[in-house]
Nanobody, 124 residues
Framework: QVQLVESGGGLVQAGGSLRLSCAAS????????IGWFRQAPGKVRELVAA????????YYEDSVKGRFTISRDNAKNTVYLQMNSLKPEDTAVYYC?????????????????WGQGTQVTVSS
């Protein structure tokens, strides 16, 4: 089992940047794929980025491609989401979640372990 804690959210102007961190506890962190999800008020939660246990396979939702970068440091039990060129429509609560790595198609995994979320607000 793994426990996840997000940090790094905040208020930023459009065009700015934020880096979110997802710190994990648990000895088997490196065996999990990690996804970053977001949920805006009144909208369905969506997967915006994910990374395999090795870091060699990544996934990005179309609207964030070229702006967001996901990475992981297994030695630090941490996954990062670097968000650049932020837009007001990126405003949401961002969650990280862990999944057993059963497929290289990261959106298909069962993300069973969740953090509490961190608010990202982008002003226009």
């Amino acid at each position: 089992q793994v426990q996840l804690v997000e940090s790094g959210g905040g208020l930023v102007q459009a065009g700015g940047s934020l880096r979110l961190s997802c710190a994990a506890s648990g000895r088997t962190f490196s065996s999990y794929a990690i996804g970053w999800f977001r949920q805006a008020p009144g909208k369905v939660r969506e997967l915006v980025a994910a990374i395999s246990w090795s870091g060699f396979i990544t996934y990005y939702e179309d609207s964030v491609k070229g702006r967001f970068t996901i990475s992981r440091d297994n030695a630090k039990n941490t996954v990062y989401l670097q968000m650049n060129s932020l837009k007001p429509e990126d405003t949401a609560v961002y969650y990280c979640a862990a999944a057993n790595y059963t497929s290289s198609y990261l959106p298909s995994l069962d993300y069973d372990y969740w953090g509490q979320g961190t608010q990202v607000t982008v002003s226009s």
